[in-house]
């Protein structure tokens, strides 16, 4: 109903404001769900994909390879990172990818606020 606009799904008897919320809450528990079973290594997963798409646009003819190609080059970068910035230790790769992640996630909700877009 939201793709109709917030008028047409108010005037549908949706609740906008509170579907918008309810929504917000239940894809942030859902990527704290799947971030807490695969790790923060599935920030790369979650990433890679708006990257691609901000890179080469939203055709997925060429989102799609460019989001493996940087998911897979990213990856070998932070194992890198990880095996050299204390060494002889290693830092777990999970937090370099996390500490990548988080921001990028908190920079792309407040652009998407900024510009009003809405989930979906």
Do not use: N, Y
């Amino acid at each position: 109903m939201l793709q109709l606009g917030e008028e047409m799904a108010h005037g549908m008897g949706l609740r906008v404001h509170r579907f918008r919320a309810l929504m917000f809450v239940a894809t942030s528990l859902a990527t704290g769900v799947l971030v807490a079973l695969s790790g923060p290594i599935g920030f790369v997963g979650l990433m890679m994909p708006h990257i691609a798409r901000l890179l080469v646009g939203t055709d997925h003819r060429r989102a799609v390879p460019v989001a493996v190609l940087l998911g897979a080059s990213f990856m070998v970068m932070a194992d890198l990172a990880a095996r050299t910035l204390a060494a002889p230790q290693e830092i777990p790769v999970g937090i370099l990818t996390a500490l990548c992640g988080a921001p990028f996630f908190l920079w792309l909700m407040r652009r998407d606020a900024r510009a009003g877009k809405t989930m979906g």
